[in-house]
């Protein structure tokens, strides 16, 4: 006799509301007293397209940098999902940029301009008349640079050097925003007895000029893990410094991709009590890119750490313009790319022609403005037709229907012969218009 599983059934289904709202983000739900302590009461994230952006090849014109800077503007809104965006001030057309942005700000725009310099008095010197409120320093942390950038080289002279443009940027009158290079490698020896000096030299500079930390994974090379030894446990050493006298609002962390954890170390990071990710919309940037703010939002949307939502639609256009600069997200990027929400097979077909949220993460054509889509494969089936037309051309045929399955046997006899490449709808439009 077959033993039965002991499974009761149900009346109606349960869809874990709570966790996945009908019209909204995934939401976090955390198990009875399990919420971190150190989760910040608010999060938020700040921008570097037009640094690290273009450093890593973003070609940009100052017109088109102002562009991507109006696109985040229109992508914040009133959410405080990004409030501030750094740029380069050494060529022309990046000036033109800040000059554009401050500009904005000053008449309304929600991200405020700042800048990026290395940790020198001669750059810090550049940026004083410029118009900003705060700089990012360039600051090396790891033995990797601080033995081999610098002669004769080694963590004393590299601490010097930088303590010197940090007392310059604070008496122009700026704030200064520290940038731990490579921290993930670097020893606790140089990171905390450093970061107490910054804080010891701008005390008298008073609050509007306290400092900032900025965390940076260069290398991608950082763990979302708890108990892993220094350096390379990201959580571990946000703790570190918050234990050091460094508030999680004064903190951000600035990670890469290399390694494939840079969503989850920036959600590490937030749990472990850092306020703000610095990244880029849709994730451009050095090598394999800078943490995808759109992609970290979302899930600080489902820690309910943002004051409002951003509109995610804006990004539709900022993805538009990528593509017009040659530099587009590819086919399979998350949430933008143009497969991001395309099945080619024929039983999640079925699945979304029954209950569509089946094979949907959320309301896609609701919150990001994308259609789910369905390209015709050799594996896509009646099932993939029935739904390609009806997204399409907006009528649902059975699948007994003649013309249907008349074009199911041509495109399966193609698939058959060797065809490889996908049908589209553009492909099967006019003979689906001439069966309706």
């Known amino acids: 006799?077959?033993?039965?599983?002991?499974?009761?059934?149900?009346?109606?289904?349960?869809?874990?509301?709570?966790?996945?709202?009908?019209?909204?983000?995934?939401?976090?739900?955390?198990?009875?007293?399990?919420?971190?302590?150190?989760?910040?009461?608010?999060?938020?994230?700040?921008?570097?397209?037009?640094?690290?952006?273009?450093?890593?090849?973003?070609?940009?014109?100052?017109?088109?940098?102002?562009?991507?800077?109006?696109?985040?503007?229109?992508?914040?809104?009133?959410?405080?999902?990004?409030?501030?965006?750094?740029?380069?001030?050494?060529?022309?057309?990046?000036?033109?940029?800040?000059?554009?942005?401050?500009?904005?700000?000053?008449?309304?725009?929600?991200?405020?301009?700042?800048?990026?310099?290395?940790?020198?008095?001669?750059?810090?010197?550049?940026?004083?008349?410029?118009?900003?409120?705060?700089?990012?320093?360039?600051?090396?942390?790891?033995d990797y640079h601080t033995f081999h950038k610098f002669t004769p080289g080694g963590r004393a002279q590299a601490a010097r050097t930088y303590l010197d443009a940090v007392r310059a940027v604070l008496d122009a009158g700026l704030r200064p925003r520290l940038h731990l290079e490579d921290a993930t490698r670097a020893p606790r020896e140089f990171i905390l007895p450093f970061v107490a000096a910054v804080q010891e030299l701008s005390a008298p500079y008073g609050e509007a000029q306290a400092p900032k930390f900025r965390v940076c994974d260069t290398m991608g090379v950082g763990l979302p893990l708890e108990g892993v030894a220094w350096p390379r446990s990201v959580p571990g050493m946000i703790r570190e410094l918050v234990a050091a006298g460094v508030p999680g609002e004064r903190l951000e962390f600035h990670p890469h991709n290399d390694t494939h954890l840079v969503v989850a170390n920036c959600l590490a990071a937030t749990l472990a009590g850092c306020a703000a990710i610095n990244g880029t919309l849709l994730g451009k940037g050095e090598r394999t890119g800078n943490a995808p703010l759109e992609g970290v939002l979302l899930h600080l949307i489902g820690l309910n750490l943002l004051p409002g939502q951003p509109d995610f639609l804006a990004l539709n256009k900022l993805a538009d313009l990528y593509d017009r600069l040659g530099q587009g997200v590819p086919a399979k990027y998350p949430l933008y790319g143009r497969d991001a929400h395309r099945t080619r097979a024929g039983i999640h077909a079925d699945g979304l022609n029954k209950f569509w949220p089946m094979y949907a993460p959320f309301d896609v054509p609701r919150l990001l403005g994308r259609p789910l889509d369905l390209s015709l494969t050799k594996d896509s089936g009646l099932a993939g037709l029935i739904f390609l037309i009806k997204q399409r051309a907006g009528a649902e045929l059975g699948k007994d229907h003649p013309g249907l399955r008349a074009l199911h046997a041509d495109l399966t006899a193609e698939f058959d012969a060797g065809r490889q490449t996908a049908a589209e709808w553009e492909e099967i439009e006019s003979r689906v218009r001439s069966l309706l």
């Open 1 to 142: 006799m077959t033993t039965l599983p002991a499974v009761a059934d149900v009346a109606q289904p349960d869809l874990f509301p709570d966790a996945f709202p009908p019209h909204a983000f995934p939401q976090v739900v955390w198990e009875e007293g399990a919420r971190p302590s150190t989760l910040p009461s608010v999060a938020w994230t700040t921008e570097t397209t037009h640094r690290d952006g273009q450093q890593g090849g973003l070609p940009l014109t100052a017109a088109d940098g102002l562009a991507i800077y109006d696109l985040m503007g229109a992508f914040t809104g009133d959410s405080g999902a990004i409030r501030q965006a750094e740029f380069f001030v050494y060529r022309p057309a990046d000036r033109a940029m800040l000059e554009g942005a401050l500009e904005r700000w000053r008449g309304g725009h929600p991200v405020e301009p700042t800048t990026w310099i290395r940790a020198t008095r001669q750059d810090a010197e550049l940026v004083a008349g410029l118009g900003v409120r705060e700089t990012g320093m360039l600051a090396s942390a790891s």
